[in-house]
Each structure stands twice: as structure tokens, then as C-alpha cells.
């Protein structure tokens, strides 16, 4: 089974307004954190936001918030005020401390592109 | 330096040569690991080093992978025998922390575009 998935393999969302990307993850772990990375063209991989899975408030950066619902194992992240520069690829990815904690396991992406 | 540095940017090589990537993750970055993004797909997760620790080697492919890294240096990647479906983006990551929140502080390189022709 995926322990990450993301369903979107694209979006479009006009400047200025709010989107939100769908992940939902797979873990029998209590203990787990989950990312959100943004790849640009460019290709490398930008951190935007962590939420822990003993966290009791949505993580929030900035633009980014991520909308985490423990009992459906899902984070979105949401984007409010998209701007053009918003326009890359997005992975959402999950550790787990039974895992060892070692590696990210990475989603397919979603494909964002804003719209002016 | 100021980031994670990956050489080269980009490497056509022909089939059944063998190629070395090399990653110089940030000064000071005691994790290193090393993913494979293929085209359209997500990153797949081959090899972490943590200090002098043995290497997580689990998520390597075939014995035709193989990686290393002296202490907390330089990182090569090297993949024998190129197949290919060795065609991918190969991207490195380190970061200073291990364990829980490790993944906050993953910053990672611009990767290496592998072409096997």
C-alpha cells in the first residue's frame, strides 16, 4: 500500500485566491511527521511546512497551513493568496519512527499552476 | 557552503558504463541521504549516512548501487553497469538533525539528471 498518496496530479488556481492540495497517508506508527515540499522547475526541493502527529494545532508558515484530520489521515495543504511564483510541483511526505525514522516517503506530487 | 551542492547538473552516459554522482551536503550536516526522482513520479527513497554510523542501504535497487561518504564529507553515488531505467534525477539531502523532526531541517540539492542512452 502507498503510505503517501496525492490524487491531484494537477491544479489551477487564479492568482490571489486560496487552493488547497490533497495528501492522505497510510501508517499504523502513533508517532509520524508529515511535509510539505515545493519543486520548482529549477528541481530542488524547498521545506514549507511539519506537522507531528502529536501535534494538536494545524502548522502554519507564513502562506502554508497545513490542514491535518488525524482520524481520516489526511493533510492538505492549504495556500491562501496564491502567487505566480506559487506555480511547482508539490510533494507531500511522511516519517515514521517505526521505520526508523531514516527516510521521507514521498507522494507522486500535484502540479500547480497559477493562473494570473 | 551555503547549500547542498550536486555534480554534475546533468550526465548522458551510454549503457552498461558505470557513473559516479557526487553530492557536498552543508558543513556541519551530520545526515545525508540520497533519492531518485523518476519522470513524473515522487522521490524514492536509496541510501542514509549518519555520521560514522553503517549506512541505511535498504532503499537501494540492485547490487549495481552503491554509495559513500568519508565521516561527515563529500557523498558518491555510483551506479555500475548503467541500465535504462537508471534514467532519473538523483537528489541528495542533508540535514542536522536524526530522528523526530529530522525531516524539518532536510535541505536538498538541485539533483543530478541521469540520461542512460
Known amino acids: 500500500a502507498q503510505k503517501i498518496t496525492q490524487t491531484q496530479p494537477g491544479m489551477f488556481v487564479q492568482e490571489k485566491e486560496a487552493v488547497t492540495l490533497d495528501c492522505t497517508y497510510d501508517t499504523s506508527d502513533q508517532s509520524y511527521g508529515l511535509f510539505w515540499y515545493k519543486q520548482p522547475s529549477s528541481g530542488e526541493m524547498i521545506f514549507l511546512i511539519y506537522?507531528?502527529?502529536?501535534?494538536?494545532q494545524n502548522a502554519t508558515e507564513g502562506r502554508y497551513s497545513l490542514n491535518f484530520q488525524k482520524a481520516r489521515k489526511s493533510a492538505n495543504l492549504v495556500i491562501s493568496a496564491s502567487q505566480l511564483g506559487d506555480s511547482a510541483m508539490y510533494f507531500c511526505?511522511?516519517?515514521?519512527?517505526?521505520?526508523?525514522?531514516?527516510?521521507?516517503?514521498f507522494g507522486t506530487g500535484t502540479r500547480l499552476t497559477v493562473i494570473p | 557552503g551555503a547549500g547542498v551542492s550536486q555534480s554534475p547538473s546533468n550526465k548522458v552516459t551510454e549503457k552498461g558504463k558505470d557513473v559516479e554522482l557526487r553530492c557536498d551536503p552543508i558543513s556541519g550536516h551530520t545526515a545525508l541521504y540520497w533519492y531518485r526522482q523518476r519522470l513524473g513520479q515522487g522521490l524514492e527513497f536509496l541510501i542514509y549516512f549518519q555520521g560514522n554510523s553503517a549506512p541505511d542501504k535498504s532503499g537501494l535497487p540492485s547490487d549495481r548501487f552503491s554509495a559513500e561518504r568519508t565521516g561527515e564529507s563529500v557523498s558518491t553515488l555510483t551506479i555500475q553497469r548503467t541500465q535504462q531505467e537508471d534514467s532519473a534525477v538523483y537528489l541528495c539531502?542533508?540535514?542536522?538533525?536524526?530522528?523526530?523532526?529530522?525531516?524539518?531541517?532536510?535541505?536538498f540539492g538541485s539533483g543530478t539528471r541521469l540520461t542512460v542512452v
Open positions: 506537522q507531528g502527529s502529536y501535534d494538536e
Open positions: 539531502a542533508s540535514s542536522s538533525r536524526t530522528g523526530g523532526r529530522a525531516g524539518y531541517g532536510y535541505t
Open positions: 511526505a511522511m516519517r515514521e519512527r517505526q521505520t526508523g525514522a531514516n527516510n521521507l516517503f
